[in-house]
């Protein structure tokens, strides 16, 4: 809209109450943001036109507004809260020691967040990218393989019975991971509607499941202890528009954008015309689901992966302030903790026995006792998959020729609740005995 067409609107109160074109919206909400985010000491973030601040206001309160707030049909435990001795002062998922330490020095490092997805335009599922984008990051760290690690929103949006487009409940979400599992994404790619239930033939079978699930108290300590402690959480929190606007450059806090001043003499204008639309911008758009991968004490933040596809944030992650979970954001609202089982799998070796002095090619074998996905290592080799299905029962693997001298087999066992166990099993290779070159 032209500086001439706003002059006649605020002649004209008719045309005063036209809402503003779409693409000026968009300009406008911008606008302000960045004005507010100027005049706040606290705020060191970039706004920007991501592709959720373009979408018409009912479609970015969809997309913010996946919570329902319907009470969870699961009876919680009571909240966890946890304390972690001396926890480390920044701890990120996407970059962790691969023993569990947060910040071990010298520690190998992996990955045990999947990337980003979108929940696309039309559909307000975020609650079930957040349970799949924890039971992802589950699988990565109770063994899985990176490359396995794609699991189906679609089967919890349509599946679950936990909710659909228009919202949903994420402790209901996560009694059916815990209960029935998602399959791999293949099996039933995202449609970005509510679908009928129809993944493809056999998916029972390829399901991962979780342990359990524990809601996590909305404490920065019992938070941060619980991510230390059981990797990825869901949380959610209350979405704004500058929120929707959020492009990285810094963390996250919540300016009001609708009370900024002013910059020149259009913008007052503007403002004087269309209160109605600036008065919406510190006004809630809904309750959003995330997955919280991670923190840094020293920029006092937590990290997130959210589901607006890349443009939103740092290449789909983001940076929140603690400070948020004071004000009306709220962040870290029901924020959820997926648990391994107490036990996992009893996994045993019957042959060969411990010490054992083996000749020729040399076989191992034991038992299983539920199905699971079962790995050795012979000696300080990487890890290999005995069978590409799980093992249930009695299983058993050829080593062939093996060198004179004293061997060690490790094995490793998860099943589909992501519990494990570990043995493993020492045997000695006799060195064969010397052929008679005289013959009889």
């Not at 002059?7 to 109160?13: I, L």
């Not at 609202?333 to 799998?345: I, K, Y």
Request: charged share 25%; with cysteine; aromatic share 8%.
């Amino acid at each position: 809209m032209s500086a001439a067409a706003l002059v006649v609107a605020a002649a004209s109160p008719a045309l005063a109450r036209l809402p503003l074109p779409e693409d000026v919206q968009a300009d406008q909400r911008l606008t302000a943001i960045q004005h507010a985010i100027e005049d706040d000491a606290a705020a060191n973030w970039s706004a920007g036109l991501t592709s959720v601040a373009l979408l018409p206001y009912a479609a970015r309160r969809l997309l913010a507004g996946g919570e329902d707030g319907a009470a969870p049909r699961v009876g919680l435990l009571r909240p966890v809260r946890l304390a972690v001795a001396a926890p480390p002062a920044r701890l990120d998922w996407r970059h962790h020691a691969d023993n569990g330490g947060g910040s071990a020095p010298g520690s190998s490092r992996r990955n045990f967040v999947t990337p980003p997805k979108s929940q696309g335009r039309v559909c307000g599922s975020c609650w079930a990218f957040a349970v799949t984008g924890a039971l992802e990051s589950y699988f990565l760290r109770t063994g899985g393989a990176e490359s396995e690690a794609d699991f189906s929103e679609q089967a919890v949006l349509s599946c679950s019975g936990a909710g659909g487009c228009k919202g949903g409940n994420r402790p209901d979400a996560s009694e059916y991971l815990r209960s029935v599992g998602a399959p791999p994404d293949e099996d039933f790619p995202y449609e970005e509607r509510e679908a009928p239930c129809s993944p493809a033939e056999g998916w029972e079978q390829r399901v991962q499941r979780i342990g359990g699930f524990r809601s996590v108290s909305r404490k920065l300590a019992d938070i941060k202890g619980a991510l230390y402690r059981y990797g990825p959480l869901t949380t959610r929190l209350t979405v704004y528009e500058d929120f929707v606007h959020f492009k990285g450059g810094g963390v996250y806090v919540h300016v009001p954008a609708g009370a900024a001043a002013a910059k020149n003499p259009v913008d007052r204008l503007v403002r004087q015309v269309f209160k109605d639309f600036f008065r919406k911008l510190d006004q809630p758009l809904g309750r959003h689901a995330v997955l919280i991968i991670g923190y840094d004490d020293d920029e006092k933040a937590f990290i997130i992966k959210n589901s607006w596809d890349p443009t939103w944030g740092e290449d789909g992650y983001g940076r929140v302030a603690y400070s948020q979970m004071r004000n009306s954001v709220r962040f870290g609202e029901e924020t959820l903790a997926f648990t391994t089982p107490e036990e996992g799998p009893e996994l045993t070796v019957a042959a060969p026995e411990d010490g054992e002095a083996v000749g020729g090619p040399v076989k191992v074998s034991g038992a299983v006792s539920k199905p699971s996905d079962l790995e050795f290592k012979l000696g300080d080799a990487p890890y290999e998959r005995i069978s590409e299905t799980r093992v249930d029962g009695d299983w058993s693997l050829d080593l062939g020729e093996l060198s004179p001298g004293r061997h060690e087999i490790s094995l490793r066992a998860r099943d589909d609740t992501g519990g494990r166990s570990e043995t493993s099993r020492r045997f000695v290779v006799e060195t064969p005995p010397a052929a008679d070159e005289t013959g009889p």
